[in-house]
C-alpha cells in the first residue's frame, strides 16, 4: 500500500516559519530517490496548486508567491520530501500535501493544515 503521510502544520503568526514533512511508505518507494516529488496546497474555495517541486537530481523549482521564502528538500535514505517555510503569510493558509510531480490523483493523502493569523 503506497502513503504519502504529511505533518508538521500548525497556527503561526505571520513572518513566522513553519516545517512540513511527508513521509513515504509503500512497495513502490523502494526506489524513492527516482522519483520527482512535489508539495502542493488547496486554500478555502480555491484550487489545488503546486507550490515546490524536487527533481530526482534534486534540482528545485517553487511557484512565484513563495520563491525566497520556502525550501524544499529530500532525505533519500528516510524516503521524506520536506518544506521549510519562512516569512509566513495570511495567504500562505492552506491544506498542505506531498505527492509525486507530476501528481498521481491516487496518492493523495490527508493534508497538513497551516494557517497563518494573528
Known amino acids: 500500500q503506497v502513503q504519502l503521510v504529511e505533518s508538521g502544520g500548525g497556527l503561526v503568526q505571520p513572518g513566522g516559519s513553519l516545517r512540513l514533512s511527508c513521509a513515504a511508505s509503500?512497495?513502490?518507494?523502494?526506489?524513492?530517490?527516482?522519483?520527482?516529488m512535489g508539495w502542493y496546497r488547496q486554500a478555502p474555495g480555491k484550487q489545488r496548486e503546486l507550490v515546490a517541486v524536487?527533481?530526482?537530481?534534486?534540482?528545485?523549482n517553487y511557484t512565484d508567491s513563495v520563491k525566497g521564502r520556502f525550501t524544499i528538500s529530500r532525505d533519500n535514505a528516510k524516503k521524506s520530501v520536506y518544506l521549510q517555510m519562512s516569512s509566513l503569510k495570511p495567504e500562505d493558509t492552506a491544506v498542505y500535501y506531498c505527492?509525486?510531480?507530476?501528481?498521481?490523483?491516487?496518492?493523495w493523502g490527508q493534508g497538513t493544515q497551516v494557517t497563518v493569523s494573528s
Open positions: 524536487i527533481t530526482s537530481g534534486r534540482s528545485t
Open positions: 509503500g512497495s513502490i518507494f523502494r526506489t524513492f530517490s527516482i522519483y520527482d
Open positions: 505527492n509525486f510531480s507530476p501528481s498521481i490523483s491516487d496518492y
